[in-house]
């Protein structure tokens, strides 16, 4: 153990200066010097180094894993290549190639996703819009008490050669094994790997956000684009929340997974102040982070926001002394009815994540190759061997075996109410595409 810390701070300190530079700015040095802290106090520092070894070991990278939970707030775990590439930084530009930074960017804007395309000033390479700007609390809590989770959304060939990582997890920590509620996440997962290996594009390597390469996909989400295909977006719920909730950019489509996973954060809430001219989409709380901002807005500090939203969370609803103090502070009445309303709030990182894998999907989807997107969709939804004699026998029925292949792999998944209607709904989109054919060909190999 004595070894650790060297190692642990040399590995993090060696990757921010090849990200940010030999001399980093105070924003990045002060941030990582705050995690040693909570790292150290937690044993985080012990378990980020084991998840780190144990990925290169097996493969696993940003491009390949996604998260469950918070680890998207800890900059340790980005710096570390463990967290699926979500950098909790406040919103900047970085340079690939010259390492020029720009912290210094336009305040209405609230990630570096969103930040506007423009050219290094040293270079004239195009710069990155990095940083979700999420407080390191939310990974490693603020009491000490709190044991941070590590939980992973791995491609299932990568599972045997972590067997010993899950190991470790369950004796440490007592974390939960995969389960069927992650299994849409971990289909995604399956799926972009799938798709790396059909196309020779690695994920890592699709930009998140509004470049001129996945242009396709900004301009697919905001024409309302289909999202079949993508397991984390097709269900009945997103595409009734499309009516009103508009997808402009990637951070919209991380609050929407985020408002799609927790009950009650839209439906009879949000989607109400939004629908009555109380709020803009901007507005909305669709996550934990957005109720601890809000509330640093109203002049609660840094500690008070925190343990607030933790308190929400725990307890459900507000109590009668949450909701005095909160009026006391000059608190919105669409906040306290928004806290009121719903049982909980998502966490962005997680969201974040699932975005990210459902934006590479898409881009695979609309930018890269079609045939290999409904082809890797079909593959990882673990078509049955009847299904397959199914697919491999009819010829005047290939409507009827892609119905029945749908209803098998998303049955109750999708929350559509006629799971026939979804399947040609998807039979149709794929004859529309012009895919239909050659996916049916290929099934008959
Ligand atoms: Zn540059």
Redesign the pocket.
């Given at each position: 153990m004595d070894e650790l810390v060297p190692t642990f701070e040399a590995k993090v300190y060696a990757r921010a200066a090849r990200l940010y530079g030999d001399k980093l700015p105070e924003v990045v040095n002060n941030r990582i010097r705050e995690e040693f802290g909570y790292a150290a106090a937690s044993d985080a520092d012990a378990l980020m180094l084991f998840v780190r070894d144990t990925f290169q070991e097996a493969g696993l990278g940003t491009g390949n894993v996604s998260i469950r939970d918070n680890l998207g707030a800890s900059f340790l775990a980005y710096l570390l290549e463990i967290n699926g590439g979500i950098n909790p930084l406040p919103p900047h530009y970085r340079?690939m190639?010259?390492r020029?930074l720009e912290f210094d960017v336009p305040g209405n804007i609230r990630v570096g996703t969103d930040l506007p395309l423009k050219n290094?000033p040293?270079?004239?390479?195009l710069l990155l819009g990095e940083g979700f700007d999420i407080d390191p609390w939310f990974f490693y809590g603020i009491c000490r008490n709190k044991s941070p989770k590590f939980d992973f959304n791995v491609p299932s060939e990568k599972i045997d050669a972590l067997r010993e990582l899950r190991e470790f997890k369950i004796t440490r920590t007592g974390l939960t094994d995969y389960d069927d509620f992650h299994r849409p996440a971990m289909q995604m997962t399956d799926q972009l790997s799938r798709l790396a290996d059909m196309t020779g594009i690695r994920p890592e390597t699709i930009p998140v956000g509004n470049y001129p390469q996945t242009a396709a996909v900004i301009d697919a989400l905001e024409k309302g684009g289909s999202f079949v295909g993508v397991y984390a977006l097709m269900g009945n719920f997103v595409r009734m929340m499309l009516g009103r909730f508009k997808l402009r950019s990637f951070y919209d489509l991380a609050r929407l997974i985020a408002l799609n996973r927790i009950p009650r954060t839209w439906l009879g809430n949000g989607e109400n102040l939004m629908k009555n001219g109380t709020l803009e989409q901007d507005e909305l709380l669709a996550c934990q982070e957005d109720a601890f901002e809000y509330l640093k807005t109203i002049g609660f500090d840094r500690r008070k926001a925190f343990r607030y939203v933790m308190k929400i969370i725990s307890e459900r609803k507000l109590s009668a002394g949450q909701r005095r103090e909160l009026r006391l502070h000059g608190a919105s009445e669409w906040f306290i009815y928004s806290c009121d309303r719903t049982p909980g709030f998502a966490s962005i990182s997680q969201s974040i994540s699932t975005a990210i894998v459902a934006w590479r999907l898409l881009y695979y989807k609309y930018c890269v190759d079609k045939h290999a997107f409904y082809l890797s969709f079909l593959e990882t939804a673990n078509i049955a061997g009847d299904t397959r004699e199914i697919l491999e026998e009819g010829e005047n029925s290939i409507l009827d075996a892609l119905g029945i292949v749908m209803k098998i792999d998303l049955g109750g998944y999708c929350g559509w109410d006629d799971e026939d209607k979804f399947a040609l709904m998807v039979a149709k989109e794929m004859i529309e595409e012009g895919v239909m054919i050659p996916i049916y060909a290929v099934g008959r190999l």
């Open positions: 340079c190639r010259c020029h290094c040293v270079c004239g390479k």
